[in-house]
């Protein structure tokens, strides 16, 4: 079949992408579902940070690639052997393809399935397909097997969590990596107690999901640090108690004025040296968690001794250390249970002709969570 896709050729291209267009949207082939695939046609699809760090370079990937990895949908065909999932299915997509074999898989920790990291690298689905390509007839690679960023898409159903169709899809898409990640990172890395003491460096969506699953936690404390009033005020709304412009106070100093350091410390901004002040605001004995992804040249440097010494811990928690078929249930019960306010997340819906100049706002600051629909 024929569909429209947003397909980034070339990264690095210079701000404002409104002007530059790194994202070229237009038509493809998308191949029909191999055996244990599904074709899906997209509901809703976030604009992510994760998808500005490769636009920009910082996180490169195989070019050319149909971006995007947090999404919703409804499942149009099934593939071969695919016994789960059926035709008007409403889905969320796990951005890690989940083998279910490997060790990682089989010891529970499925964010870090070996198969689906290979095939994420490689811009591949899991059986090493890639289903896009363009009308000439060039191979488009995936982005996280999931391609968010078109009209239909082609994943290997371990890509797929089926969810209630009652659940809005503009806000379903948003479980897919924000809540996911954010509130992951609490429950799961961090396991954060009732009454303790909670940081969150970076407001962005999963910064902000960060501090909705600290409050339904039951952290007594949680500070919220970021450069953008707009951004701190959303925090108040999701559960912060304590409120820091980085840009005009020094969050350490301020949260040590008050907690004496805080029991876990996160870091969702993706900067090494944002990470070195979560660390410093975490106290003796505290656990800091990164969530963000900096560059891979980037290195993080701390006082050895304060590992031992400070019996300190240092975590990192990829796609929040989730089991995506256990936690994304358990996550959108708790969102209509009004224990996570996910809606304060969205800022915007957009259409895929938009994108490129959606993501100067998210590179800006000036949104949050925008969410292409796709109504015809």
């Known amino acids: 079949m024929h569909t429209r ?18 994202l070229v949207v237009e038509e493809v082939k998308l191949a029909d579902p191999g055996p244990g695939e599904v074709l899906v046609e997209m509901a809703g699809a ?36 695919v016994h789960d999932l059926k035709p008007d299915d409403h889905v969320v997509f796990s951005f890690v393809p989940l083998c279910g074999h ?14 689906g990291a290979q095939a994420n690298i490689a811009g591949t689905l899991l059986s090493g397909r890639r289903p896009f390509s363009s009308l000439s007839g060039q191979e488009i690679n995936h982005h996280l097997g999931v391609a968010a960023f078109a009209e239909h898409t082609v994943v290997a159903q371990e890509s797929l969590i089926k969810i209630d169709s009652q659940l809005p899809l503009s806000t379903a898409a948003l479980f897919g990596c924000a809540v996911m990640t954010g509130v992951g990172a609490v429950v799961n890395t961090a396991k ?33 640090i970021d450069l953008l009033p707009e951004k ?51 106290k003796r004995g505290g656990t800091t968690i990164t969530i963000g992804l900096p560059h891979p040249n980037k290195m993080f440097s701390i006082p050895a001794v304060s590992l031992v010494a400070e019996e300190r811990t240092i975590k990192g928690s990829y796609m929040g250390s989730a089991v995506p078929r256990r936690d994304l249930p358990r996550f959108i019960a708790m969102y209509e249970a009004g224990l996570l306010p996910v809606d304060q997340l969205l800022s915007r819906t957009i259409q895929l002709d938009e994108i490129n100049a959606a993501f100067d706002a998210l590179a800006t600051g000036a949104a949050v969570r925008q969410v292409v629909t796709f109504e015809k």
Not at 5 to 22: C, G, I, N, Q, R
Not at 251 to 265: E, L
């Open 102 to 115: 490997c060790l990682p898989c089989a010891t529970g920790r499925p964010a870090l399935c070996e198969p």
């Open 232 to 282: 701190l005020e959303h925090a108040a709304q999701a559960g912060a108690t304590h409120l820091i412009n980085a840009g005009e106070e020094d969050p350490v100093t301020m949260i040590k004025d008050i907690t004496n350091g805080v029991d876990y410390a996160f870091e969702s901004v993706g900067n090494e040296l944002v990470l070195q002040q979560a660390y410093a605001a975490t």
């Open 46 to 81: 976030g604009l992510c940070h994760s998808d500005l760090s490769t636009i920009d370079g910082s996180r490169p990937r195989v070019m050319p690639m149909v971006m995007g990895h947090e999404a919703s949908g409804i499942v149009r065909e099934v593939g071969p052997g």
């Open 192 to 224: 954060v107690e009732p009454g303790s003491s909670v940081a969150v460096f970076g407001l962005g969506g999963v910064g902000l999901s960060t501090i909705m699953g600290a409050r339904a936690a039951g952290a007594e404390t949680i500070f919220a």
């Open 5 to 22: 896709a947003a397909v980034l050729y070339e990264m690095e291209k210079p701000t404002p992408y409104a002007e530059t267009k790194p």
